[in-house]
């Protein structure tokens, strides 16, 4: 069940609400943990019992860990955590990678069994760890009640993809929460500006990025692969950022306040300045349970460029079970390494148009990575967009760049980087709204009101013509 299907938003939710918001306060936390272990097994069958067992097991350890303050305690608990995700997640691709290598010595291969990846576990294994470790650390008291637990680790709205959500940022909204209704309309207008940037950006974007990177190699010129990649780039920014605002937003409707995810990171000026910006839960639990652990920038620089690497390399990983996710990891702990080297003082220096250049290029070439099925995929790409082939286009991409995609294309570069902010923060802009307060607020609102309808309409017409509406992070 995905949030931008029929299912969940014209079955699931209005059922959800209407039994949620007549429902004791008491039993309010009971209702979402039902529903959101219903919402799992409703994708995910049997292996919803895989959620239960975190569940359970991490109401043990926490339970353990505030009582004994044991970092044996700990690090097995953290172990079992992290065995669950090996397994599932990455024993395929360890058996596959031994296989190759006895093949080529000379031996025979291993029959590697196909492990299915059950959806979100990256993310609700991370919480998990965080909450214990915070335990540790005597940040947060353990939870006493198991529903409780079980209702922060199973929470539906990021259970699949994310934000990773820390327990001592959502602690009071678990124990008690009263209802909003400024937060429950901002919840509304947050989920239906996410339901829009994936339907009308996207997904029409995603359509032509899939063309373009199965044209053959050899046929593909270099002016369309860097299209492809610029396509890629901004589809799985508003399809993650937009299930990130949606998340947001059904948090706020059901009183939770998840902190953001994304600050448009296609701003950037450096690669550290987009690693603040890109996926901001994931990048500060590494920071907060890795980075500063093998002791940070407090050491010496050879250690510092290490830790860089090494962080950058588990969090390529931590995508996925493949070569190209470590690559990619690897190419961007490069990069901040280069920067801490000297680099970020250049850049300082230089002209913001450099900066923005500058971080554009390097991210545009790392998605190439995240994006092509192999490694020799990547780096094929890679040589088309820089072998200055200018021949034809073929037929089939011509075909596909209609003017739907135009216009998301053209949008989705404008609300990328805060444009739109940059207008309203402008002293001419500001000029023009002197006059009746009053009368500007309501014609504010009148305009904001019909915005959200027509782009929640334009969105359920695509979603029931739509045959392919995937979130790219679910595969993570």
Known sequence: ???????????????????????????????????????????EGYFVLLMVLSICMNYVFGYLIAQKLSKAILLLAVGLN??????????????????????FVGLSPLSVPSIHLPLGISFFTFQAISYLI??????????????????????FPQLIAGPIVRYKDVMQDIKVRTFSSTLFASGVERFVIGLGKKMLIANPLGLVVDNIFSVPFESLPTHIAWLGVLLYALQIY?????????????????GFRFLENFRYPYAATSIQDFWRRWHISLSTWFRD??????????????????????????????????????????????????????VSNILASSHRAIQHVYVWIVVLVSWVFFRAETLPDALN????????????????????????????????????????????????FTQLQLGDAAKRANLVFTIKVLGLFTILFLSCVNMASSTHNPFIYFRF
Request: aromatic share 20%; glycine share 8%; proline share 3%.
């Open 82 to 103: 992290l065995s669950l995700l090996v397994l599932f997640k990455y024993a395929e691709f360890i058996l596959h990678n031994i296989s190759a290598a006895l093949i």
């Open 381 to 428: 790409y890679l040589h088309v967009m820089f072998a200055f082939n200018f021949g034809d286009v073929p037929f089939e991409i011509t075909d596909s760049l209609n003017m739907r995609v135009i216009l998301a294309l053209l949008i989705g570069l404008l609300i990328s980087v805060p444009t739109l902010s940059s207008i309203r923060n402008n002293s001419i």
């Open 1 to 43: 069940m995905v949030f931008s299907g029929i299912t969940f938003l014209f079955y699931f939710l209005p059922i959800l609400l209407f039994v949620y918001f007549f429902t004791p306060n008491k039993l309010k936390n009971v209702v979402l943990l039902a529903a959101s272990l219903l919402f799992y097994t409703w994708g």
């Open 134 to 155: 915070d335990i540790y650390r005597k940040e947060i008291p353990y939870q006493k009640n198991v529903l409780n637990l079980g209702l922060y680790i199973s929470l």
């Open 238 to 254: 508003f399809d993650f950022s937009g299930y990130s605002d949606m998340a947001i937003g059904l948090g706020r409707i059901f």
């Open 289 to 342: 349970y890795l980075y500063i652990p093998l002791g940070g920038n407090r050491v010496g620089n050879v250690r510092v460029y290490f830790n860089l690497v090494l962080v950058f390399f588990v969090c390529g990983l931590w995508h996925g079970a493949s070569w190209n996710f470590i690559v990619w990891g690897l190419f961007h702990g490069f990069f901040l390494s280069i920067e801490r080297m000297g």
